[in-house]
């Protein structure tokens, strides 16, 4: 095999991505740990293309079940239930989410939709790879239902059914062993799944790891099952690869910079170009023969300036739907990043506009809402809405809130 055919795979590994290189007979072997968590800080690759697979963490998996076996009716299913479960992906990020068949019955088919963050800066190799999967779906056990093991210092874990991924999750724990705390995390997830219709068995549990001892005792104590601990095995190249393929944001935002650099860089000129005339037109002004000649250049300009004022009627009239501080998608992601990071807050409805938010959501603390109801306050990218954060209400599971938000009168033309 030639080294332009040579195919690797960027792995996130315990502590940092892996460079894995397909061997002679076909499996992949360790090249490289990099010890870094952002792909961008990768310097260097061997030649060949790069399948890069993102970790449990960059991802939201949503297993369910639909009343079809079309699987060309899968895309809208899944993206009608995330609509539900309040999960938008950025449109203008790539294709950010796909679905993976689990178990299919007679007109019942068992799905997990995958929906990937939109990727910031570094998290890509400078590199392009050739394709995209996830973690999760290289590691195929076939006697496991779950597996856990470390990506980037954090445990995650993976459901599988005969062999498919049916879940994954990436939990807030990292400590060094799988402790209790961990235990009850995975055990509290599957129990939310098992609340949502989705039911899975665990009578054995398998941690990945590259230490030689690990306790389990908590695991077994929690899941009444026993643990194997093994190193975790070499990956493999999911077959079909997935649809996943994230844009480069940056790359699209500095085409619409240039885009505008480009509009007002035409605009000077013709202001420049319309002065030029002037000038020229009152030293021409004295004989008739001049005036007509600078007549004839004015009409012949007209419609020139006709069209560049139409121009920017229309283009002040499309400020909402390409300006970025009017976009729904870049509100949200606004809203999003004022979220206190691991306070388990989430948002079950998000009503954005370019003028108006409503957001209805829960979080198991108080101080989490109230941590919210700051951050929205404070986030630079939100100042022109006036918020009303009314006192959130207790509930069984929590606290729910409801906030909404609009842009004053006054701010609301471009």
Known sequence: MSKSNEQLLLVPGESGWEVWQRGAEGGFTLLSETGVTHAGEITSFPAGEITMLFPVKFLTAVPMRVTSDDESLFPDLAALHAERLGLRPDPMAGQLT?????????????LVAVFLRSPADGDLPRRGPKGFDISARAYPPLH????????????????FHEGRLA???ATAVDAAQPDAALAREIRLSLMQLSMQGLHFDVPRVVVWSSQELLETAAFQSVFKAPVDVAHRPAPVLPEPLSKLLPADVRAARRAA??????TLAVSAAALAYLGIIGWFAYGLWQTSAET???????????????????????????????????????????????????????????????????????????????????????????????????????????????????????????
Do not use: M
């Open 167 to 169: 879940y994954c999750q």
């Open 144 to 159: 496991a239902p779950l597996v856990v093991w470390k990506e980037f210092g954090r445990w995650v874990f993976a459901v």
């Open 98 to 110: 796909d679905v993976f068949v689990v178990a299919r019955e007679k007109e019942n088919t068992a």
């Open 292 to 414: 007509r000649k600078l007549t004839a250049q004015a009409k012949a300009a007209a419609p020139d300036g006709e069209a560049y004022a139409d121009h920017i009627a229309r283009w002040d009239e499309l400020a909402h739907a390409i300006d970025l501080t009017y976009s729904p998608v870049d509100i949200l992601h606004r809203i999003a990043s004022s979220i206190p990071v691991n306070s388990g807050l989430r948002l079950k409805t998000a009503e954005i506009s370019a003028t108006e938010v409503k957001l209805i959501g829960e979080a198991p603390q108080l101080q989490a809402v109230n941590t919210f109801s700051l951050n929205l306050g404070k986030n630079n990218g939100l100042t022109h809405f006036t918020w009303q954060t009314p006192e959130p209400n207790q509930s069984t599971r929590g606290w729910e809130f409801v906030f909404s938000a609009e842009v004053p009168a006054a701010d609301s033309q471009p």
């Open 257 to 262: 910079q240039r885009r505008r650099t480009l």
